[in-house]
């Protein structure tokens, strides 16, 4: 089964595209899994980190399909971070749940196909189910990522137009046709899942388009009608339910929409402060599952 339809099954079954963003802020963690450690003793904050990212997965586990780490929130631990994600990733993968690395990795030639090789299916040694890939070095830094997560059931989620404020700057651009450089990204990520995809009509190249541009969402899901789309930019960062149902097909299909702290930090927001911290992720996920549905 490739990646777009095992993605569909996922957000089918548990009927909700809620993708839950795991970004471990060491301060943000609750108190009692802090307790005295010394934030520059790394190995001890990395096994904390563990501990609490494994414990955010099963909270959400019947409330999500997919999870997303953020690798740098691991890596600035040193080696002990980069440990603690591995065993992050494992233990999803035990719970049933996809994983999307958000590494955004892009380079050329074998180093792309190292990357490829390093994270892209259950045969790579860090065995995610797809990875974040920047673009913007051009096609043929595509190819090796595209080709692997093809041959391994995987998936790659191309950046088109992300939700930071200053995408614009070069995403914006007019290119010769009048086309802007995020569009002619989005062509070249369709006819990369067109040509993967399955029964479900989708590929295994999915794109990532910003809640924060709900017009551009909207444009690129008719560009993109084969693509899985991730929409980060939910919540914390100003995008609403009504933004981002522009990302989705007219099955309620085609779309995962990102929370990271709205979700994994909601112990520290006022209407779920009374609920213990594993009670609060929770309930913000089935909150935000159904608001996506409404």
């Known amino acids: 089964m490739n990646f777009g339809d095992r993605l569909s099954e996922q957000v089918q079954l548990k ?5 839950v963003g795991i970004d471990p ?10 307790g005295s ?39 600035q ?19 049933g749940l996809l994983v999307l690395l958000d590494g955004k990795r892009g380079d050329i030639g074998s180093t792309a196909a190292g ?19 920047n673009p913007y070095l051009g096609d043929d830094t595509l190819e090796p990522f595209v080709k692997m997560s093809a041959a391994r059931d995987a998936g790659v989620f191309v950046l088109v137009k992300t939700s930071n404020p200053g995408s614009g700057f070069l995403q914006d651009l007019k290119v010769d046709n009048g086309q802007t450089i995020y569009e002619r990204v989005a062509e070249m ?26 017009e551009q969402l909207q444009k690129l899901r008719s560009l993109m009608p084969h693509t899985w789309i991730l929409i980060p930019g939910f919540g914390a960062q ?32 006022p209407q779920y402060s009374h609920l213990a911290w594993q009670d609060a992720v929770a ?3 089935a909150d935000m599952a159904q608001e996506l549905t409404e």
């Open 77 to 95: 631990l040193g080696p002990a971070g980069m440990q603690a994600l591995s065993a992050v990733i494992s233990h999803a993968r035990k719970r």
């Open 238 to 269: 100003g995008g609403t339910a009504q933004d981002v149902a522009h990302g989705f097909d007219t099955q309620g299909l085609g779309a995962i929409v990102n929370s990271s702290r709205g979700i994994i930090f909601a112990y520290t927001f």
């Open 25 to 34: 802020r060491w301060a943000s963690l609750p108190a009692a899994l802090r």
């Open 115 to 133: 990357y490829a090789d390093a994270y892209l299916g259950a045969q790579s040694p860090w065995q995610c189910d797809a990875l974040t890939v």
């Open 15 to 19: 009927t909700s595209a809620v993708c």
């Open 189 to 214: 990520v369709e006819s990369h899942s067109a040509a993967t995809k399955g029964d479900s009509g989708y590929g295994s190249v999915g794109a990532v388009v910003g809640a924060t541009y709900p």
């Open 37 to 75: 450690i010394d934030p520059k003793d790394l190995v001890r904050v990395a096994a904390a980190t563990q501990c609490y990212c494994q414990e955010v997965i099963d909270a959400v586990e019947s409330r999500a399909p997919i999870i997303k780490p953020q690798a740098a929130f691991f890596e």
């Open 283 to 285: 309930t913000a996920a």
